[in-house]
């Protein structure tokens, strides 16, 4: 299953309390980090994580994560992205003798709020098991080249393959969309796309392709990973003021600024919550800043 999660807020995840009490400015300075994927994805986490948190990355060999579902389908994928990462990072913590680890689970679909567009939706989870946090982001962006299609001409496999800028970006192919039997996977040269194109076409009439959304076959997608990683980092660092726990972050919003049209409250926000996940203290920030006025468009008056 492929889909996009509709979140309006940052993620903030596992909100059990502790009794009050203050954190260091790094709780993750030399520890051992679990990067919990099997597609690559330490090539992004390990620099970023070694370089902004002092940790030591250690790539994930417990627990295979393609058991909690598979983007070509053989294995359907039950959970939400963010309940994905989560379970990853709890699953590769159980198996493992560390107590701190990285997961990461994407999804690709229609934009929520783009018609005619697909979007690329990451969620990254930190887990610390030592200090009961679990810290998450979420990335949402335009930048995506998946697709599929049924294809029964050569002529229609190689406008599929320039859209989806082959070889740079790995396919997969298969007999059908619902069959699963003759499937490969990553491919990269044109002489096996030709090859796989032609015995499936021979033997079947037609052939399901689909670009290959594994993070170490898919370079936008990699990019997109590192983007949400420089996101993770910086909720990271911005620490509760008043406990200094990591990952102090927006839990609500305050709608109603004024539309510029008629004067009605909007849906636009006022001001954003702040909340941290071990202590009680919050703090209201007035958002946006220096615009006293939404636009119309808006507006539930103005734009019904």
């Not at 370089?51 to 030591?56: A, F, I, Q, R, V």
């Not at 989806?164 to 003759?182: C, G, M, Q, V, W």
Request: glycine share 6%; hydrophobic share 35%.
């Amino acid at each position: 299953m492929k889909y996009i999660a509709r979140l309006t807020f940052e993620c903030l995840v596992n909100n059990n309390t502790i009794p009050h009490r203050h954190f260091t400015s790094n709780l993750f300075a030399g520890r051992n980090l679990l990067i919990v994927t099997k597609h690559g994805k330490e090539k992004i986490f390990g620099p970023i994580f070694e370089k902004e948190l002092d940790t030591n990355c250690v790539l994930n060999n417990y627990f295979d994560t393609d058991s909690l579902g598979t983007f070509s389908g053989e294995i359907e994928r039950t959970l939400d992205p963010l309940a994905a990462a989560m379970r990853k990072c709890q699953l590769g913590l159980e198996a493992s003798p560390f107590d701190l680890a990285i997961a990461c689970e994407g999804s690709f679909g229609p934009h929520p709020q783009i018609p005619f567009a697909y979007a690329n939706e990451e969620f990254l989870v930190l887990m610390d098991k030592k200090n009961d946090l679990c810290i998450a982001t979420r990335e949402l962006s335009l930048q995506t080249n998946f697709d599929a299609a049924t294809i029964k001409h050569s002529s229609e496999l190689l406008a599929f393959i320039k859209k989806a800028d082959f070889p740079n970006h790995k396919l997969i192919i298969r007999k059908s969309k619902t069959d699963y039997t003759e499937i490969e996977k990553g491919i990269s040269s044109w002489t096996r796309l030709t090859e796989v194109f032609n015995s499936l076409m021979e033997k079947h009439g037609s052939v399901y392709v689909e670009t290959d959304m594994r993070a170490m076959n898919n370079p936008t997608r990699m990019a997109v990973i590192e983007s949400a990683t420089w996101q993770l980092i910086k909720k990271i660092k911005k620490t509760c003021p008043s406990c200094q726990c990591p990952g102090f972050s927006v839990i609500s919003g305050k709608a109603g600024l004024p539309c510029l049209g008629c004067g009605e409250p909007s849906q636009s926000l006022i001001s954003v919550n702040y909340g941290c996940q071990k202590c009680s203290y919050t703090e209201e920030v007035l958002f946006p800043n220096n615009i006293k006025h939404a636009d119309p468009a808006y507006c539930d008056f103005c734009n019904p």
